[in-house]
């Protein structure tokens, strides 16, 4: 099959101007302009003797009868979005918790939330959330959740990273037995990920196992790191609210009140005396960094992924998030929604516009990068090659199309962007 579009963005060169994709089964097999994508489709048809082994011309043979074209007229075709941070758990709470006075508040704010809901309430919950992310383009997610014993409910419409979030504050005692009973739950799926929730919540040996397991597994990890003043506050002077908050539960705190503080913990321990594991740790936040954390991941060769997410970073009032620091040391990074706890949305356009605000030299191309191709990467998928974040021959054909007049330039088009898209997954309609 042929898919063909005014212009095809396919994040390696510049947009293909009256472009098409061959697609055969869920990958891509070939893309440029639409007149070239057909000649040589009818070539390789031409040229493969009956009867040949599955060749490249066989294969597209195959796929489809020369001429099977789906022209879908004045649309932009651009890879599908990715979305390296959520937790659809909280779908449901969208406009239920307003802004606190701090984010210990807010904490509490959403645990009274969640104590009214069932496991029936977090099930419809993803399944909306799912709903949501797909109607605003979204292919690819990694998905946060609280509750791995649910995931065997839900059949994901996208392709998504399964991440059990965990804490063990209230049993440290417990680490390894809560991270293993997490796995057997993930195992029902095909993609899973560990996420030690965060530095306050989830013990030193939490983070070990869950390590331990991304070696053994070769998984993705994720946590939330230096996300607000009040956690800086709780490492580097052990005081402020969250201090307070967290001592009150009970967690050991003897690593607080120290200057250097929670960067040298946790995944980014230098001490360690494993071999780090950079390539396989998304951060999420990283907006509260001294500058003897700056020092310490300046000084790194290894350089984990991030994920910033604008609209919720905004609704918190975090500090500036250093994005021009960060991406000068050499970090990738990417954008995510957070969960509507802290958002109005999951819309990742609505992201790159949020995002453009504070970056205003940001380039919208850029922007792009930041949720097809960096996504990609912090996934491990643009490894041997790759698989997802670009339209090029060999990755899956999963796509999102928007309508586009071509009155600007395109990558203008696809961040200004505001309705519900059309998605294309392993190259069907989805
Ligand atoms: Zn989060």
Known sequence: MIVRARVVVTMDGPPIENGAVAIFDDRIVDVGRFKEVKARYRKSIDDSPPGSSPSRASRLRRAAPAGSVVDLGEQALLPGLINTHCHLDYTCLRGKIGPQKSFTDWIRAINAAKARLSEEDYVASINEGFAEAKRFGTTTIANLTAYPELIAKIDEPIRTWWFAELIDIRSPDR????????????????????????????????????????????????????????????????????????????????????????????????????????????????????????????????????????????????????????????????????????????????????????????????????????????????????????????????????????????????????????????????
Not at 243 to 267: N, Q, V
Not at 304 to 324: K, L, M, N, Q
Not at 356 to 384: G, I, K, Y
Not at 411 to 428: C, M, N, P, R, Y
């Open 175 to 430: 680490a390894n037995e809560i991270v293993d009973l997490a796995i057997e739950s993930l195992k029902s799926k095909k993609i899973w990920g560990l996420a030690p929730h965060a530095l306050f919540t989830a013990s030193p040996n939490l983070f070990h196992r869950c390590e331990e397991i991304a070696r053994r597994e070769n998984i993705s990890l994720t946590t939330h790191l230096a996300e607000s003043r009040e956690e800086m506050s709780m490492f580097r002077d052990g005081s402020g609210p969250l201090y307070e908050f967290i001592k009150e539960i009970g967690r050991p705190m003897g690593d607080c009140g120290h200057e250097a503080r929670t960067l040298t913990s946790g995944p980014l321990d230098a001490r360690s005396d494993r071999a780090p594991l950079p390539q396989k740790w998304i951060i999420a936040h990283l907006n509260e960094l001294s500058e003897s954390d700056f020092d310490l991941v300046g000084r790194s060769k290894w350089k984990f992924h991030i994920v910033h997410c604008p609209r919720s970073h905004g609704y918190f009032a975090h500090s500036p998030f250093p994005f021009e620091r960060l991406r000068v040391l050499g970090f990738n990074i990417c954008l995510g929604t957070d969960s509507l706890a802290s958002n109005e949305n999951l819309s990742l356009f609505a992201e790159m516009r949020a995002f453009q605000q504070n970056e205003p030299n940001v380039s919208p191309r850029e922007l792009l990068e930041m949720v097809t191709v960096n996504a990609a990467r912090a996934l491990n998928q643009s490894r041997n090659g790759g698989t997802l974040g670009r339209i090029r021959p060999g990755f899956h054909a999963d796509f999102t199309s928007i309508p586009c007049r071509g009155l600007r330039d395109v990558f203008e088009e696809i961040v200004a962007f505001d309705q519900a898209s059309t998605i294309w997954l392993d190259g069907k309609r989805a």
